[in-house]
């Protein structure tokens, strides 16, 4: 079992940049990968990105890419989600999600935080 909650969104204009913070409980947050999902209303929950166990491997869903940085630290059992040039078709609550598999499809992962709103102006 892993608890996760969201920490760090907020109301941005366009162009600005929000840090979110994921922190993990109840079990050994190294064991798990970590992702991070969105969901705008009236919308499923999308992918945004992942980060393998060891940090070694990333990936983001092709709108958010070089724009979006993922990172983890182990120690802190925190996973975060850097938003750079933000535009307001990111705004969206973000959950961050914890699994074993490296997939884009939200039903892989085993575990999901409550969310944080992000909301950015034009």
């Known amino acids: 079992q892993v608890r996760l909650v969201e920490s760090g969104g907020g109301s941005v204009q366009a162009g600005g940049s929000l840090t979110l913070s994921c922190a993990a409980s109840g079990s050994i947050f190294s064991d798990y990968l970590m992702g991070w999902f969105r969901q705008a209303p009236g919308k499923e929950r999308e992918f945004v990105a992942a980060?393998?166990?060891?940090?070694?491997?990333?990936t983001y869903e092709d709108s958010v890419k070089g724009r979006f940085t993922i990172s983890r630290d182990n120690a802190k059992n925190t996973v975060y989600l850097q938003m750079n040039s933000l535009k307001p078709e990111d705004t969206a609550v973000y959950y961050c999600?914890?699994?074993?598999?490296?997939?884009?499809?939200?039903?892989?992962?085993?575990?999901w935080g409550q969310g944080t709103q992000v909301t950015v102006s034009s």
């Open positions: 980060i393998t166990r060891s940090g070694g491997r990333i």
């Open positions: 999600a914890a699994g074993s598999v490296l997939s884009m499809r939200a039903p892989q992962y085993d575990y």
